[in-house]
């Protein structure tokens, strides 16, 4: 057990206080209105034991109603989570930046195999695919059918889409797909080369939004075609090379750099094991029972006022 709001206990001190000042009060009243008691002498009420418990009683009542207003909370496992698996988009970037040519021809190709590969590697995932360019577009929605998806990865290419790198779309367009469903996982992974100059949403604006929906965005840099980008446009589009890494830390996700698309496959199945472990940490939820003390503490209140003007009556 937990406590939301733990300061509270710390009234519980002040209870020894109130029943010490409150017996001190007690004995010093007169409760006979006689100048003798002599006539009494050698009584005994066999319910007099009990009558002094009950009178006390009301401690207990403020105990519990502290421990109420402390909030406790119980932990309680969320069963299934993990056998249901986790939503995934992937955002795979398809604009002039990334396109196949020098050095690294045939990179969409090795992108779109190691794509498939990690696709045919899952179990219980929904995965859904978003391609990018100049704007967003979502080819496929999440599914459990992987044999569809690599399809639609294969139909992915050059000039679908207009040509510029829209960060920021390709992130909100996932992150819309993906908030419908809030008792699963939900992970973005966008593979793009950082550059970002197109589109009407800002990529980091976006990224908070992600954040908000619970979906962490997991980004990808492929590194080399920054550079080689920039070399053969000689422009300076207003790059930030941290920009896919503030994406990132923004949403809860982790930015990842590999100098080519061979290296691709492995950061896929890092960022399954990261997952993996957050499923653990998230199947510990905490379900609110203070409600159970104050039903508690206005039971004993009831039950001490009833029996001390009834059974328990003194004279």
């Not at 021809?105 to 995932?125: H, M, P, S, W, Y």
Request: hydrophobic share 45%; aromatic share 10%; with cysteine.
């Amino acid at each position: 057990m937990i406590f939301s709001n733990p300061y509270f206990l710390l009234l519980v001190l002040i209870v020894p206080f109130l029943i010490w000042y409150r017996f001190r009060i007690n004995k010093k009243r007169s409760i006979l209105p006689f100048s003798s008691i002599k006539n009494f002498k050698g009584y005994n009420s066999r319910l007099s034991k009990y009558r002094t418990i009950l009178k006390y009683l009301w401690a207990a009542v403020l105990v519990l109603l502290i421990i109420a207003f402390a909030r406790p909370q119980m932990m309680t496992r969320a069963e299934g989570l993990a056998k249901e698996g986790i939503d995934i988009m992937l955002a795979i970037d398809v604009s002039g930046s990334m396109k196949e040519e020098g050095l690294m021809a045939q990179k969409l190709k090795a992108v779109k195999t190691i794509a498939k590969e990690f696709v045919k590697g899952r179990k219980n995932d929904r995965i859904g695919l978003v391609a990018f360019a100049g704007a967003a577009l979502m080819v496929c929605p999440p599914t459990d059918d992987y044999n569809v998806l690599s399809d639609f990865i294969d139909g992915i290419k050059f000039g679908m889409l207009p040509d510029g790198t829209a960060l920021g779309d390709a992130v909100a367009v996932a992150t819309d797909i993906l908030r419908h469903d809030t008792r699963r996982g939900k992970i973005i992974i966008l593979l793009s080369d950082g550059i970002n100059n197109s589109g009407s949403i800002d990529p980091v604006t976006a990224a908070k939004a992600a954040r908000v929906m619970g979906v962490r965005v997991y980004t990808i840099e492929e590194g080399y075609a920054v550079e080689h980008y920039l070399v053969q446009r000689q422009t300076n589009w207003g790059m930030d090379i941290d920009l896919l890494k503030e994406v990132a830390e923004i949403s809860g996700g982790t930015h990842f750099k590999i100098p080519d698309a061979k290296h691709l496959l492995n950061i896929y199945n890092e960022i399954e094991k990261i997952e993996k472990e957050k499923l653990k940490s998230e199947k510990v939820e905490y379900r609110d029972v203070y409600k159970y003390f104050l039903i508690l503490a206005i039971g004993v209140f009831l039950g001490e006022t009833i029996l001390l003007n009834t059974r328990f009556m003194k004279v």
